[in-house]
């Protein structure tokens, strides 16, 4: 899977765009963009795998160097780098160890050493029907390691001493561990347990306050651009943030690894609970108060948001968040509180994903 890339801002130094479910940010010196799939040197035979029609942004390599650094929300493993019109010298900084920089393909000057990538200057290559072929190096590297990568600093800088600047185009690509998110099957009268499976083996159970249940695929909200991944037909439970405080728990047997909250119309703050060390509160997405602070999640009030047609769109804070650690989790606390001070008690729109622990059968277990 490859980068859809969407903008890049009027000053070239930086671009967005989504790979899968991820959020993708590229930043430093920045030339040229195809942004509508119409970029067609991917396609050829140096890039493994090639791509007839793609996106493309251009990297500029000055001479005293460039630095740049590609960003991922939720990380991604095994970012795949197409390199074309190389004539220069791309060097990965600080990566994580055991990570190494494979060659996957590329023309007889597309080298890789070490964590270093490096191209020469060559002018275009005429096809047989007239036209120009491709300048300089081409080709395509892998970042393999043990775990998914967030982001990734690099420097450019040209192998040639004279000219312009050097233009390389860029396109990334890699495999998204989406999560798996729950099919919520029933909440009780009493709204104060809501029960449900993630990939119909791992039981999920809620307590604390709650409040209304959609439990057929029936809510649409957590498909806007807020939410990561974007889900547009999901179950969805409402959490209740009482004044004095509200403590909920959600338990999963067997434990999942690294899960996800969807928290839409969240006008509370939600602090996470005796949280295994060395985990971390990562925000993936979320409107502009939607905000993380350590083990902290905090939103604002605020009015439904007209849509074009006349409909009123989500209120209040909304976004995602994921707990990324080093073990599987079964079960998470947490405290829910509005940060106003009048009114209601907040209802706010939970779902929540992870990644499932591989199946083991009795057999494969007795074996081990």
């Known amino acids: 899977m490859f980068v859809d890339w969407t903008s890049r801002n009027d000053e070239r130094t930086e671009a967005i765009g989504s790979l899968g479910g991820a959020s993708v940010t590229l930043a430093g ?37 460039s630095t740049l ?6 990380p991604v493993k095994d970012p795949v780098f197409h390199l074309g019109s190389l004539a220069s010298e791309l060097e990965f900084l600080e990566l994580p160890a055991g990570t190494r920089v494979e060659r996957l393909s590329g023309d007889e000057h597309f080298e890789v050493d070490g964590n270093k ?17 491709p300048s300089d190096s081409n080709g395509s590297v892998r970042l393999r ?3 998914p990568v967030s982001s990734i600093r690099f420097t ?30 029933s909440r009780n009268d009493e709204r104060t347990t809501a029960e449900g499976t993630l990939d119909r083996r791992t039981s999920v159970t ?4 709650l409040g209304a249940a959609y439990l057929h695929e029936d809510w649409t909200e957590f498909g806007l651009a807020y939410f990561t991944p974007p889900l ?21 047997r067997p434990p999942v690894k690294d899960p996800v909250f969807h928290l839409g119309s969240l006008a509370s703050e939600l602090e996470f609970l005796e949280l295994p060390s060395g985990t971390r509160v990562d925000r993936l997405s979320g409107d502009d108060h939607f905000e993380v602070d350590g083990n902290k999640v905090r939103g604002e009030f605020a009015d439904p948001v007209p849509n074009p047609d006349g409909s009123l769109g989500p209120s209040d804070s909304n976004g995602s968040v994921r707990l990324r650690g080093r073990e599987p989790v079964s079960s998470i606390r947490f405290t829910l509180k509005p940060t106003y001070t009048a009114g209601s008690p907040d209802g706010v729109h939970f779902q929540i994903g992870g990644t499932p622990l591989p199946h083991t059968s009795p057999t494969e277990t007795a074996t081990a």
Do not use: C
């Open 232 to 252: 547009p037909a999901s179950d969805m439970i409402e959490i209740v943030g009482h004044f004095e405080g509200s403590a909920l728990e959600v338990s999963f």
């Open 145 to 147: 390691g043990r775990e």
């Open 156 to 185: 450019l800088k040209p192998t040639y001493t004279a000219g312009s600047p050097d233009g390389v185009h860029l396109q990334i690509g890699g495999t998204v561990e989406q999560p798996v998110f729950v099919d919520w099957t």
């Open 117 to 133: 990538v490096k191209g020469q200057f060559a002018d275009p290559v005429p096809n047989p029907d007239g036209s120009l072929g």
């Open 69 to 74: 650094e590609v960003s991922f929300r939720p």
């Open 206 to 209: 809620l307590t604390g306050p």
């Open 29 to 65: 010196p920045l030339g040229a963009v195809y942004l509508h799939e119409d970029w067609t040197e991917f396609g050829l035979a140096y890039f493994t795998p090639p791509l007839p029609a793609s996106d493309m942004i251009e990297m500029v390599g000055h001479f005293e160097g």
